[in-house]
C-alpha cells in the first residue's frame, strides 16, 4: 500500500450494503476470504450487523478447513485477541461451518439469499473456486473481495472487470456483481507506513522489500522526500552490505 491511502469509512457500513443490496435481488454473496484473520473478522462482523438488525437474518456458511480451524482457536484462546469469549462464541453460534466435500458442493445449489466465506482469499484455490464457478454467472449475486488482490491472481483479474475468468481449465461467465470491500484492511496504507518510519531512528539506508513494483517505488520516493533518507527497491539478486 505504499501507494495509496485507505478511504475513510465504516467497514460494518460499507459489508451492510453489499448484503442488503444482493440480499433483495434473491442472490447470493460469495466471499473470497484468507482462512486466519479476514475470515473471523467477516463472521464477526456479520453476527454483529445481524444483531443490531441491520441485514436480513440469512444463512452465514464458512467453507475452508483452516478457516474452521482457525474460529475454534479463536474460541479456546481468547485471551490472545480482543473479542471476549462470548463474542466468539456467538460468532461461530452463527455460522454454519461446513466439514465435508458433500456439503460443500451442496453450497452450489442455493435458492436463498446467504453469504459463503471461503478460501482462498484472491481466489488463486480452494474451495472457493467452486462457489465462483456456480455464481459468477448469475447477475443476482455478489463475489465480495476483502484484501488486497495480487497482480495475476483471479481476484484481481475479476476486479479489473473481466467478463469471464478461467476455472479448472474452462472460462467462466462473470455476470454477478463485483465488489472490492477494502476498508477491511489490515495493512497500513501511504501515510501509515510513513508515520511509522517517522518514529524510528533515522536509518543509514531504507530498503522497500515488499509490494507490487509501482507500490513499492512510490513509497522509497515519498521515504526520501519526506526524511532525506536514502531508500531503494532492491532488484533480484541485489546484495547490500550491512
Request: charged share 20%; hydrophobic share 40%.
Amino acid at each position: 500500500y505504499g501507494d495509496r491511502l485507505h478511504r475513510v469509512t465504516d467497514p460494518l457500513a460499507d459489508l451492510a450494503g453489499e448484503v442488503n443490496r444482493t440480499a433483495a435481488r434473491g442472490g447470493v454473496v460469495v466471499v473470497p476470504a484468507f482462512a486466519v484473520g479476514r475470515a473471523q473478522t467477516l463472521l464477526h462482523a456479520l453476527h454483529e450487523l445481524k444483531q443490531a438488525r441491520r441485514i436480513p437474518d440469512m444463512p452465514v456458511y464458512l467453507n475452508s478447513p483452516m478457516a474452521a480451524d482457525a474460529t475454534r482457536l479463536y474460541q479456546h484462546h481468547a485471551d490472545e485477541h480482543r473479542l471476549s469469549a462470548e463474542q466468539c462464541a456467538a460468532m461461530q453460534h452463527d455460522t454454519i461451518i461446513v466439514n465435508t466435500v458433500e456439503e460443500s458442493r451442496r453450497l452450489n445449489d442455493l435458492r436463498y439469499p446467504s453469504v459463503i466465506v471461503s478460501a482462498s482469499g484472491m481466489a488463486t484455490g480452494g474451495r472457493v473456486l467452486h462457489h465462483l464457478k456456480a455464481y459468477a454467472p448469475d447477475a443476482r449475486n455478489t463475489i465480495l473481495f476483502t484484501g488486497f488482490q495480487a497482480t495475476g491472481t483471479r481476484g484481481a483479474t475479476l476486479l479489473g472487470g473481466a467478463d469471464a475468468v478461467k476455472i479448472h481449465g474452462a472460462y467462466v461467465p462473470v455476470r454477478a456483481e463485483v465488489a472490492n470491500l477494502d476498508s477491511l484492511s489490515a495493512h497500513a496504507d501511504r501515510e501509515q507506513l510513513l508515520a511509522w518510519l517517522g518514529a524510528q531512528h533515522a536509518p543509514r539506508r531504507v530498503f522497500v522489500t515488499h509490494g507490487d513494483p509501482a507500490a513499492a517505488d512510490a513509497l522509497r520516493l515519498a521515504t526520501e522526500e519526506r526524511y532525506g533518507w536514502p531508500c531503494s527497491v532492491p532488484e533480484y539478486r541485489d546484495t547490500a552490505e550491512l
